[in-house]
């Protein structure tokens, strides 16, 4: 008899969405960002994407078989963290850092709290703040598009040049041309606003992300970055640059480390954007999207403890 017809106690909302499907949904939605980083970048941003993959699955199934647990790595959910956390490292890295960084973000970010869903911050995210901690230098080694990591020089982000005062009309800033389609330094998956936006918009329409986290996490950070002075002139470029794009539709929207109530969603959209703009304006870093959403994140529990709906019927 199909399982379908059997009666049995609630619930009774049935789904055809698993987790394989939708982490399908979002390396189909990453594929334009990454393409668009090897065209960039070259060979050498090809090859940390790939090593990155790779340390992120080995690492998984590693680990879930040292600790006795089914392994799940046919559920791409590793292989997710592992393009994320190549996205956010710079083109001239080493391949050991993407290593280090993947099999941080699996077993101690995601394993050891226990897998898929029971991790309180992004992996990736947690992985790249961890590389910057320890390789300041590796981490923050921006090279121009179209150069080796071999021969180049390291070249400032848009960011670092807004925040050490110069003119955004000057010959130092890209045009926001290039900022918008990604020919820009920066780390691999942060440069082309353009793809990452498609790929956020793929999502969206499939149903994966809701718009909430995305839609006021970059309007916030928007308001507060004209709010703590930065000038309407200054605001597109602001935008486009460094991880906010990359951050809000495919970092802040994590299911695990994110709120699931929707008053809970915009007020961490509302937060994230807010943290973003005040890091990035009073702050000694000239990014601020990775630290912004790990702290949201820590508060995640907390803002659902304070959004989650009435039960019906509960005794007080």
């Not at 800033?173 to 330094?185: C, V």
């Not at 606003?193 to 916030?220: D, E, H, Q, S």
Request: aromatic fraction near 10%; glycine fraction near 10%; hydrophobic fraction near 55%.
């Amino acid at each position: 008899m199909d399982s379908k017809l059997i009666a049995s106690s609630s619930p009774h909302i049935r789904s055809e969405e698993t987790v394989q499907r939708i982490m399908l949904d979002v390396v189909i939605a990453l594929m334009p960002a990454m393409i668009g980083s090897i065209y960039y970048f070259g060979f050498n941003a090809f090859k940390l994407i790939l090593v990155s993959i790779i340390s992120a699955v080995v690492s998984e199934a590693i680990c879930q078989k040292a600790m006795k647990r089914p392994v799940t790595v046919s559920d791409l959910s590793a292989v997710v963290t592992g393009i994320l956390l190549a996205f956010n490292i710079p083109a001239s890295a080493p391949w050991w850092l993407a290593v280090v960084g993947s099999a941080f973000a699996i077993i101690v970010v995601k394993q050891l709290f226990g897998g898929l869903g029971s991790n309180f911050m992004n992996p990736a995210l947690a992985a790249r703040a961890m590389l910057l901690t320890s390789w300041p230098a590796l981490m923050t080694n921006f090279i121009a598009p179209g150069k080796s990591a071999v021969d180049a020089a390291t070249v400032a982000t848009p960011l670092a040049i807004m925040k050490s005062g110069a003119n955004v009309a000057g010959s130092q800033m890209p045009l926001l041309k290039d900022m918008f389609f990604g020919n820009i330094s920066g780390c691999l998956g942060e440069t082309s606003a353009f793809l990452l936006i498609l790929g956020g918009i793929y999502l969206l329409v499939r149903g994966v992300i809701n718009w909430r986290i995305p839609v006021f996490y970059i309007g916030t950070t928007a308001l507060m970055l004209l709010v703590f002075g930065v000038g309407a002139e200054q605001l597109p470029y602001q935008l486009f640059a460094g991880g906010l794009m990359l951050g809000a539709f495919f970092m802040a929207t994590d299911y695990s480390s994110s709120p699931v109530t929707p008053v809970g969603q915009i007020i961490f959209g509302i937060g994230a954007g807010f943290l973003t703009a005040l890091i990035r304006t009073k702050g000694g870093y000239p990014e601020g999207v990775s630290y912004s959403i790990l702290l949201m994140n820590i508060a995640t529990p907390l803002i659902e403890r304070f959004t989650r709906p009435k039960v019906f019927g509960e005794v007080k």
